[in-house]
């Protein structure tokens, strides 16, 4: 019997709307590296999402891409970037950043998230060393929206960190490969127009809310926007086909296709942490989002992984690992009873 997955929610390939669609435009002949009319449609559905008219979008591959071109490019050579100790671009992207040169500086986290005040007393450490420009000074913030463990930012967390940001002059990045399904949390009081109004860059991810691949770069300062082309093309992202990027995003905005499945997606996550608490299962953080971490004695884990594939996060004292449960755009009710029912009998 073939094992039902829960482990990540990259498992499926693509909405059958974007397969549709990609088959439909197969034989079109168009310009090449994002140039084309999809491309470019799909840019003016974006900016109208973000209400933000004059923010450049650009189309990458992957996530890894992404956060490695915009770091290289909004840094100079001496700066590194502010992070969560538990942030992708410092335990999931294999020292990716630091070898365009530059540091993670990163921060202890929360839940997943780092504070304003933090910011600012690791700003206030590097200038009062004696002699800050022998170290690696903060050159931007970065997060992710939602966090490594599936938690969000409140609006008036993010109000406070651009707060900072602007006393030190520093860009904010936030990270949003699984956009979506931050935003789409019940939980959420973060709309889309007002991420784009506190970032200076953000992204939205595809690859992980229902595109084949793709993520979408949007640059709202207008003091950033300067030749990010070419640090697409340096770092092997500018995709000759950039169309099949252009025709995804614009399937995905088009109606509101993005948010309804990211929308799924959380519901289904949230079904499974209730009766993953109603059973007396301790969460390792409280995610709102399609990533749940539930700890689990390693003998249930064990009896689930039968059934189901999850992904063990990190071992607890007592005979115990957290375990992260993660729905997708495409997790289907089925699934989701057949889990539900079996811890159930537990």
């Known amino acids: 019997m073939q094992k039902i997955q829960f482990q990540c929610d990259y498992n499926e390939g693509a909405h059958p709307l974007i397969m549709q669609r990609l088959m439909e435009t197969n034989m079109e002949q168009t310009v ?5 009319p999809h491309c470019q449609r799909a840019r003016e ?3 109208e999402a973000c209400q933000a008219s004059k923010a450049d979008v650009h189309f990458l591959v992957g996530g890894t891409q992404a956060n490695t071109t915009v770091i ?26 630091e ?41 931007m913030v970065y997060l992710s929206f939602p966090t490594e ?43 889309l127009p007002q991420l784009a109004a506190l970032a200076d860059v953000f992204y939205i ?43 995804q995003f614009e399937t995905l905005f088009a109606d509101g296709l993005y948010f309804r499945i990211a929308r799924h997606a959380v519901s289904q996550a949230l079904c499974i942490k209730q009766v993953l608490q109603a059973k007396g299962f301790h969460m390792l953080v409280d995610s709102p ?4 971490f539930v700890i689990l004695p390693n003998e249930v884990l064990d009896r689930l992984s039968q059934r189901f594939v999850l992904s063990p996060w990190e071992p607890m004292e007592g005979n115990r690992t957290a375990v992260r449960i993660c729905t997708s755009w ?17």
């Open 45 to 47: 559905l974006i900016r």
């Open 149 to 191: 463990v599936g938690t969000i930012y409140s609006l008036s967390e993010l109000q406070a960190i651009r707060e900072v940001c602007d006393r030190y002059t520093l860009p904010l990045f936030v990270d949003g490969a699984r956009l979506g399904y931050g935003l789409c949390s019940p939980m959420c009081d973060v709309t």
């Open 289 to 292: 989002t399609n990533q749940q």
């Open 72 to 97: 290289s490019h909004l840094l100079r050579p001496y700066q590194g970037v502010i992070a969560a100790d538990t942030g992708h671009i410092n335990v999931h992207e294999t020292g990716a950043i």
């Open 32 to 36: 090449g590296y994002g140039e084309d």
């Open 330 to 346: 495409a997790t289907r009710d089925e699934n989701v009873d057949a889990l539900i029912e079996e811890l159930n009998k537990l």
């Open 99 to 139: 070898a365009t040169g530059h540091k993670v500086l990163a921060l202890p986290n929360v839940d997943g998230k780092i504070s304003a005040a933090q910011i600012d007393a690791a700003m206030k450490r590097h200038y009062a060393e004696d002699g800050p420009e022998h170290m690696v000074q903060p050159g």
């Open 205 to 247: 991810g595809g690859t992980k809310v229902g595109a084949l691949f793709g993520e979408a770069v949007v640059i709202v300062n207008e003091g950033l926007k300067r030749d990010f082309r070419y640090s697409i093309k340096r770092h092997g992202g500018m995709l000759a086909k950039g169309r099949l990027l252009g025709i």
